[in-house]
């Protein structure tokens, strides 16, 4: 007989004894169980891979109190079989990610305790899907990071891994990137890589993947500062990936980019990249340079040095249960030293929303964020961006705006794909291509929304939010101009007024009003807002929305 303590890991739905967490599923024996008690138990598993979208982590051995009991090595091979047979019942797999012996009870005999990953593609989804934002200052090796990741070969120390990545010729002769691009690392169900090593299609790899990590790769120079800000607003990241260089450590942009990311509350792990460069006692002043930045008043984060495979996987778990865990890697792009580590922290990592969110968000009305806007031959005007919620259809008939006069605009979507392949139905959360046949390009800009005519969708010139000044070198007052970043909007506004003050100072707060300068926009009650001007900074979210009157807000 044995003990098996199992549980989620899918942002709410986890179910260990954690300081504040929910207590313990349950206490089962999971050797020879009866046919009825086996049916019992594989239905139990089917409803937390429900649970947590697809992915359940179980710990055998462990009591329902969080007590180190460990089976002997009969037990454990016995629960093992057992707990493949329920997953093969339910369709999913099962993969060891750790094991360790326990002393219990001065027990002479070997015990031992397992953690095992049991994964199931949902089934009215074709993967499940992460989205990870990768940030750094400029030459800390990001680019080169992806490259090596997606397509299964190291780099020769000269960037060769990140060419395939670059989508403009001045990137390719730069090394630096200017654009938001985009790459795909798939895992199978037992957990194996899915890349571009084995010559793959992007629709092959889809196919394969049972889990899919999407890194947004931004620009790490500071004049490119607004495109990184655009693609943290608007494509919605689950994570974010700080790289730093080794042998230059916290330098440039990255403070920067490591406050944006903590101001929109983007979990963030921190990846130390070219210690081949250097020796082990610069690498160690790195990762040291970091935790104490990470310590600091502002972040109040616990760094969490990833050394070992155990680690990784203790990394991937506590990292979503606590918003103050960072996880660092200190790995080669060009010997591959522990880049076997940074693939099992993102194998096991887990969705921050659980079924029950994602289900929410799909009742409501469809809301379709337009990030970028293409120009493809032989099939028409395409766009790109993020479902916000609802869901959206093959042939389904939304409304797209506001246009510079604040009207909507009717139009079809024709096919969708994702992350390069087909797809019929697009969720809420999910991003993906639409085409939109013979529509015209010119009346589509960067920050409209394309929504159910059903929505009768508000749209605004004047604004109030809730900020807090992060920086400034003099005064910030009424007239004040600001570049306003919220979601995919991205425009400058004036500012109108401050409610209750003459002008704020750096680390001052006060509810203000702005005015859009050019067109109105769709803006969401509680969205967060990101403003800056030069070296002014300042974050927020939207307290009120002065809507432009209806009547004026639909086209033919």
């Not at 200190?330 to 289900?359: A, M, R, Y």
Request: hydrophobic share 40%; net charge positive; charged share 25%.
């Amino acid at each position: 007989y044995m003990l098996i303590h199992g549980f989620l890991w899918g942002g709410i739905c986890y179910k260990k004894t954690w300081p504040g967490k929910s207590p313990s599923y349950f206490s089962l024996k999971l050797v020879n169980p009866t046919q009825y008690r086996f049916e019992h138990l594989a239905t139990q598993l089917k409803w937390r891979l429900q649970e947590g979208r697809g992915e359940a982590v179980y710990q055998i051995g462990v009591e329902d109190n969080g007590l180190l009991v460990g089976l002997t090595e009969a037990d454990m091979k016995a629960s093992l079989n057992t707990l493949k047979k329920m997953a093969e019942k339910v369709g999913a797999d099962i993969t060891l990610l750790r094991e360790r012996e326990v002393d219990y009870d001065s027990d002479r005999n070997t015990r031992k305790i397992a953690e095992v990953l049991v994964r199931k593609v949902p089934d009215d989804q074709q993967f499940l899907d992460l989205r990870v934002a990768v940030l750094g200052n400029v030459d800390s090796g990001k680019s080169t990071l992806l490259g090596v990741l997606t397509q299964g070969e190291l780099d020769n120390g000269r960037g060769r891994a990140r060419l395939n990545l670059f989508r403009h010729l001045h990137e390719i002769q730069t090394g630096r990137t200017s654009s938001i691009s985009f790459e795909i690392l798939g895992f199978n169900s037992k957990g194996e890589v899915v890349n571009y090593s084995e010559s793959r299609t992007a629709e092959e790899i889809c196919e394969s993947s049972s889990k899919m990590i999407t890194f947004i790769d931004l620009a790490g120079h500071h004049k490119y500062l607004k495109t990184t800000i655009f693609g943290l607003t608007s494509y919605c990241p689950d994570f974010a990936m700080l790289v730093v260089s080794a042998n230059t450590g916290i330098a440039g942009t990255t403070r920067e980019h490591l406050g944006l990311a903590m101001a929109l509350k983007v979990p963030i792990f921190i990846v130390v990249s070219k210690v081949d460069l250097c020796s082990r006692g610069t690498v160690e002043r790195t990762v040291r340079q970091l935790e104490r930045v990470l310590k600091q008043p502002g972040c109040n984060k616990v760094p969490m040095v990833v050394l070992n495979p155990d680690d990784a996987v203790s990394a991937a778990q506590q990292f979503t249960q606590s918003t103050c865990i960072t996880p660092i890697f200190t790995l080669s792009s060009v010997s591959g030293e522990n880049l076997d580590l940074l693939k099992v922290f993102l194998n096991i990592l887990p969705p921050l929303s659980n079924s029950k969110e994602q289900e929410e968000l799909m009742q409501q009305l469809t809301e379709f964020q337009v990030d970028e806007i293409y120009s493809v031959p032989d099939v028409g005007t395409v766009v790109g961006g993020t479902l916000y919620s609802g869901m959206c259809r093959e042939g389904e008939r939304l409304v797209v705006g506001p246009t510079d006069e604040g009207r909507f605009l009717r139009l079809k979507v024709g096919s969708i794909q994702r992350n390069r392949s087909a797809c019929r139905v697009l969720r809420a959360g999910q991003a993906a291509t639409l085409a939109l046949g013979n529509f015209d390009r010119s009346l589509l800009r960067k920050g409209m929304v394309m929504v159910s005519p059903k929505m009768n969708p508000t749209i605004c010139c004047q604004f109030e939010a809730a900020i807090v000044l992060l920086f400034h070198a003099k005064t910030f007052r009424r007239g004040s101009q600001v570049t306003i970043h919220v979601g995919n909007v991205r425009q400058t506004a004036t500012v109108e007024c401050l409610h209750g003050k003459d002008e704020l100072r750096t680390g001052e707060r006060a509810v203000v009003r702005f005015r859009f300068i050019k067109h109105p926009e769709y803006l969401r009650l509680g969205a967060k807002l990101l403003f800056r001007e030069g070296v002014t900074k300042g974050i927020g979210h939207v307290t009120y929305v002065e809507a432009v009157r209806m009547m004026t807000a639909w086209g033919t």
